[in-house]
């Protein structure tokens, strides 16, 4: 190269000035159209979209994670084209309030989603919150949603395009991939029917699959995990895309925090066949996606709401409750296509990633009509780049169903994390679904007769837990051993209580005094004593 540039430069001494003039004027039309080009990129076909893939109750039953038990090739291919998360972390362990923390970057306490939407439980977030899609809409970034919404009111969650269980059946919007894929396949037809002047307006288009979620207790004909729906055999019905895998009880591999049963095996099983519905899924997704020609434009996410519904996972702030699958595949970031990040992320970073891809600002305003609300999440976009040095998420939960109150906050940072149970001397309820799994009713029964469980604690210690419990994560990844009474962790524990309790005074937490004093936020000081021995 260098010595192809000495040549150049000696040429352009011989031949003269006319000539250098010449190529000057050449370079300078050359980087005219440069600009130019750019300029259109940026403005017509080649402005940014966004797909946002959540799967319902989805853990780490995939290669992409390790699992080589199961079959998932469409989200290996999508790993191979994005960043693979490590360190992911829903806020909140349960449906409705881990969606509206993905949907508006909020914590539950914060945006008031504090239980489930549906039916009696009937949790909403407060009228005020500006939450991702209507702040796109306002940005004019067209916005559809395909699946399980789950979030209420309506007003605050408002999209241009709408599928969902508020307009038909959650199994044929969340669980019938062909029918996604037609959806999907319109969306982006109508988007580019609202195309002009050969420009493309911006969309996002957010798409919330129902599996792998139980449906024992909804819909128990189609088994555990609805790993029958759509299969083909009598009286399932057929979804044309679907070919199910199934998966032998022997095959499948059991985490630590699910007990070693032919009961619970069974069940992992069926939730295996489920994956591979939601990885199709996936794959046709895609698809359509890569045949509209948005491919090269749309940021894509992958994430699920909370951990896989077996005990100790769904509804708890442990790591099987909140740990997430998180992909994210950037067009305009392949440098580190391929690769893991061990960088510490939250579903509360879904809104101002998405909100920095648009280039769209988070608005100043007020929720209690005390200080402005501020996004305690981050944009993700420079992880896709270069691994970043993050190290701490937390978690907020208060209830499931509207009966399960047992409010919880935590903090990870680093190896260690801090459970706060504010609620620590009412048994820790269970929901359900859960309640009527095939694991959860074979615990009882071994536990009632007392046969070994095969399970990594007792029921009595699922029930009870400690105030504050802290775990040193790489020396106990079970989170089995609470080091909070140890004087070695004291210095460790004062600073993750600090970090938390600020953390909960920064998103306006009302549960900030809790559980031995009151919030009075109106006086000074704020927190006011109970004396009730706790
Ligand atoms: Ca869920």
Redesign the pocket.
């Known amino acids: 190269m260098r010595g192809k540039r000495v040549d150049a430069e000696r040429k352009r001494e011989t031949r003269g000035e006319d000539r250098e003039k010449a190529g000057m004027k050449a370079c300078v039309t050359l980087v005219t159209l440069l600009v130019t080009l750019l300029v259109l990129c940026a403005g017509g076909e080649g402005a940014r979209h966004a797909l946002l893939i959540i799967a319902?109750?989805a853990g780490f039953e995939t290669e992409v994670y390790n699992n080589t038990a199961v079959r998932t090739p469409h989200l290996r291919a999508l790993a191979r084209r994005g960043v693979v998360f490590r360190n992911a972390f829903t806020s909140v362990s349960?449906?409705s309030p881990?969606r509206s923390t993905i949907l508006t970057g909020l914590p539950q306490h914060q945006n008031g989603m504090y239980g489930l939407h549906q039916g009696v439980h009937h949790f909403n977030s407060f009228d005020g919150v500006q939450s991702l899609p209507l702040l796109l809409q306002h940005a004019n970034v067209r916005t559809g949603i395909i699946g399980k919404k789950h979030v209420g009111p309506s007003a605050v969650y408002p999209f241009d395009f709408a599928y969902t269980e508020e307009n038909g059946s959650v199994l044929q919007v969340g669980r019938n991939i062909t029918r996604i894929k037609l959806l999907v396949r319109k969306f982006l037809q109508e988007q580019r029917e609202e195309s002009s002047g050969g420009e493309t307006p911006p969309f996002f288009l957010y798409v919330a699959f129902h599996d792998p979620?139980r449906c024992g207790h909804s819909q128990p004909q189609y088994g555990p995990f609805c790993e029958k729906f759509g299969n083909g055999e009598s009286g399932m019905g057929r979804i044309p895309d679907w070919h199910p895998e199934r998966y032998t009880p022997e095959q499948v591999k059991v985490p630590y925090f699910v007990p070693d049963t032919p009961a619970a095996r069974a069940d992992l099983a069926a939730l295996y066949t489920t994956v591979s519905r939601l990885d199709q899924g996936i794959g046709l997704v895609l698809q359509e996606l890569r045949d509209a020609g948005f491919e090269n434009d749309t940021l894509v996410m992958y994430s699920?709401?909370?951990g896989i519904p077996f005990p100790n996972g769904?509804t708890n702030l442990y790591d099987a409750g909140v740990a997430e699958p998180m992909i994210i595949s950037s067009p305009e970031h392949r440098e580190r296509w391929g690769q893991t990040s061990d960088a510490y992320v939250s579903l509360l970073d879904v809104t101002p990633t998405l909100l920095d891809w648009f280039s769209v600002p988070y608005p100043p305003y007020s929720l209690s009509g005390g200080s402005p609300v501020h996004l305690t999440g981050r944009s993700l976009l420079p992880a896709l780049s270069s691994e970043p040095m993050w190290d701490t998420t937390y978690g907020s939960q208060s209830l499931h169903e509207a009966t399960m109150y047992y409010p919880m906050r935590s903090v990870r940072r680093g190896r260690f994390v801090l459970l706060h149970n504010l609620n620590y001397r009412s048994p820790f309820p269970i929901d359900q679904d859960l309640y009527v799994s095939p694991t959860f009713q074979d615990l009882l029964q071994r536990t009632r007769a007392g046969t070994p469980t095969r399970w990594f604690k007792t029921l009595r210690q699922y029930y009870y837990r400690e105030r504050w419990e802290l775990f040193d994560t790489h020396l106990d990844p079970a989170e089995q051993n609470n080091l909070a009474s140890d004087p070695q962790h004291e210095a460790i524990l004062e600073l993750l209580k600090d970090q938390l309790v600020k953390w909960q005074w920064e998103t306006e937490d009302p549960w900030v005094c809790a559980p031995d004093a009151v919030l009075e936020d109106k006086m000074e000081p704020k927190c006011r004593p109970l004396y009730n021995e706790l």
């Open positions: 319902d109750d349960s449906c881990s979620h699920s709401d909370n769904r």
